[in-house]
């Protein structure tokens, strides 16, 4: 594509601009809102390959210590944390024990990925009475262990969302309480920049799906958790909208909360490698099935 002149790129104006493409951002980022972004910033092309007896596994263990993967060896990660709900997995954790879990879990998934690899995370809020913001949590401590904030797409859930009939008070303003539909998949990077190694890599996503999934809103229906034995599965859609989105053919990807293995399956069924980690027996086994039926069909 032919560089516009500088003199012909658009700029921010009071009322916005109406052509982004090309668009000097400079100004903007050189505002003083930004100056407290004191995240590191890193440029180095670090980039290590894992052992090939490491990948496309499944260690069922904590990732709390990913001692086999060597610093910077993944390119996406994609998981759903357990949200201590009383899931048969869950522990009940107080929530400064619960955040301290996840950001173990985060600080070790932020020295496995590659500068300018993505950490994307599926969360959902919890309760009514208060209401505790989950998402935001995370948002607070995994930026302090380094990594920047890319983006936070809603999830819309729709119909399948299955909202409790717990409407407050029914038909009056006394009281009414909000359904969530609603879940959010929170968009990290290692450094600031995109990947450093992109060259003589496959991108293997449509310019449709490209078009569609650079949107911050996606709709499709979640998964049910007696079709793939688990109690909180996400879809497959899911991972595989952000392993076509933020990887190439032939990359990593990691889930560090591995469930009944969705991310493996979307992982496998376009190309790519993946590693996962899950605490529990069952479902490291139900993971192992699935990936082996993925495995089969793809020959
Ligand atoms: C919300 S589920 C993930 C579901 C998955 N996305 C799927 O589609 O099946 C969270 C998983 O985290 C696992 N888990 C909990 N603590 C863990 C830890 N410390 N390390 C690894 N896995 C853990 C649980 O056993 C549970 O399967």
Request: glycine residues 6%; positive net charge.
């Amino acid at each position: 594509m032919r560089k516009m002149p500088r003199a012909a790129r658009t700029k921010m104006k009071s009322f916005g601009s109406s052509m982004r493409m090309a668009h000097d951002s400079s100004d903007f980022y050189s505002r003083r809102m930004y100056a407290s972004a004191d995240r590191t910033e890193v440029n180095e092309i670090r980039e290590n390959s894992v052992q090939g007896d490491v990948v496309d596994r499944v260690f069922c263990r904590s990732s709390k210590h990913m001692a086999e993967l060597p610093d910077d060896c993944v390119h996406l990660m994609v998981t759903s944390p357990p949200y201590n709900v009383g899931k048969d997995y869950d522990q009940d954790l107080s929530l400064v024990e619960y955040r301290r879990l996840l950001n173990d879990v985060f600080r070790e998934v932020y020295r496995v990925l590659v500068v300018g690899g993505r950490a994307c995370i599926n969360i959902a809020n919890l309760g009514r009475k208060p209401y505790i913001p989950l998402h935001s949590f995370v948002i607070e401590d995994i930026l302090k262990l380094g990594f920047f904030m890319r983006g936070e797409i809603i999830w819309d859930k729709g119909s399948s969302a299955g909202t409790s009939m717990a409407w407050g008070s029914w038909l009056s303003a006394a009281n009414p309480t909000l359904r969530d539909t609603h879940e959010y998949i929170l968009v990290f990077s290692k450094g600031n920049s995109g990947r450093l190694r992109a060259e003589g890599k496959r991108s293997t996503i449509t310019k449709e799906e490209f078009m569609e999934f650079t949107k911050s809103v996606w709709r499709f229906p979640a998964e049910q958790a007696r079709a793939v034995n688990h109690p909180a599965p996400f879809p497959v859609e899911l991972p595989e909208r952000l392993i076509k989105l933020y990887t190439f053919e032939g990359d990593v990807v990691l889930d560090p909360f591995m469930g009944s293995g969705t991310t493996a399956v979307a992982a496998l069924a376009n190309n790519r490698h993946f590693i996962g980690y899950d605490t529990n027996e069952k479902y490291c086994r139900i993971a192992e099935k699935r990936i082996k039926e993925v495995t089969s069909s793809h020959g």
